[in-house]
């Protein structure tokens, strides 16, 4: 007799390709509508999934891992970061836990480079003097930016993304710093050209772009506080498509607004999906809504791999891309 289909549930919208592919695996109960979950229908929903699947925006917490049928033995994340599931809670209650890293550091990086470019020269300004109709024409004075071409970029965080963003800045004529909880290899450091500081207080001092690539842990909550943003000089300016919580958006606003830094360029926010109005008001801040990863591509690779994670637990091995207990 065949062995009934594990019950995955999936918390969002896919792309139909993965959808189409986990039915045909799994009996996968679907998110048709794409309207986020409530923390009570994810609650209700571990009652008796096997599987679950959430992304980055839902908080699968100890209240919800409490919550959870004694079928619930994994939760296939889409997305990198964990930071939105309580894993001490998942090791306690012997839930495995998987995510999707490696197939969004190109986008990533990509987005990390299009702000980097962005914010110095004024692109979303100009922009908008387009189409409010105010652009009178060409003026030798007319929204003058900063060239990149020379500058320092100090890259916080010099995981896979940071080290893609490394390699294009170089084609841009960045000189690459880096501050990083462990010293990367020196043939690393070698191929990027790249300096490390061991303290990021010295480093952000230097630096004339500072790009935020490391993850939200408890650790990095708040790491560029307003004592450290105070460091930074008036004419430099901050990236980040991390997460937001890494910065202290309050101190950052008020940087901004005084021009004690010149400008920003934030795909993350510290309360998504609100954004801080004091941000809102300011010109020299790119806003974009969380789409650094944002490619068909990058979505179906991510499925892909949430796919191979269930499969491969499922079929009593252990998932190639389980989150490791030195993370919890």
């Not at 980040?240 to 005084?258: H, Q």
Request: with cysteine; proline share 5%; aromatic share 4%.
């Amino acid at each position: 007799m065949a062995q009934p289909k594990p019950l995955v549930v999936v918390t969002r919208k896919l792309p139909d390709v993965i959808e189409t592919r986990l039915m045909e695996l799994f009996e996968t109960r679907l998110n048709r509508d794409d309207r986020p979950m409530s923390q009570a229908e994810i609650t209700e929903s571990v009652k008796t999934a096997d599987v679950l699947v959430p992304t980055v925006t839902d908080q699968i917490d100890k209240a919800v891992l409490t919550s959870a049928g004694p079928r619930l033995k994994l939760i296939a994340s889409f997305g990198t970061g964990v930071d939105h599931i309580d894993l001490a809670a998942a090791r306690q209650r012997g839930i495995s836990v998987t995510n999707t890293p490696g197939v969004l550091t190109e986008d990533t990086a990509d987005m990390t480079m299009a702000l980097i470019l962005a914010v110095p020269r004024r692109l979303t300004e100009g922009e908008r003097v387009i189409r409010s109709g105010e652009w009178e024409g060409w003026g030798p004075t007319l929204m003058l930016g900063r060239r990149i071409w020379g500058k320092r970029l100090g890259i916080v965080g010099m995981g896979r993304i940071g080290q893609a963003v490394a390699k294009r800045a170089l084609g841009f004529g960045l000189s690459v710093h880096y501050h990083n909880r462990r010293r990367v290899h020196k043939d690393i450091e070698t191929e990027l050209e790249a300096t490390y500081w061991e303290s990021l207080d010295q480093m952000l001092a230097h630096m004339d772009i500072v790009s935020i690539n490391c993850p939200h842990t408890p650790a990095t909550y708040h790491l560029l506080s307003a004592r450290r943003l105070n460091l930074m000089k008036p004419t430099s300016y901050i990236v980040n498509t991390s997460r937001g919580e890494v910065i202290d958006e309050n101190a950052l606003a008020r940087k901004l607004a005084s021009g004690q830094i010149s400008g920003a360029g934030l795909d993350v926010f510290e309360h998504e999906p609100a954004v801080n109005p004091k941000l809102m008001e300011l010109d020299n801040v790119v806003l974009l809504p969380h789409m650094g990863s944002a490619t068909l591509e990058g979505r179906v690779d991510m499925g892909e791999k949430v796919i191979i994670n269930i499969k491969t637990f499922i079929d009593g091995h252990t998932p190639p891309d389980r989150v490791l207990e030195t993370m919890f």
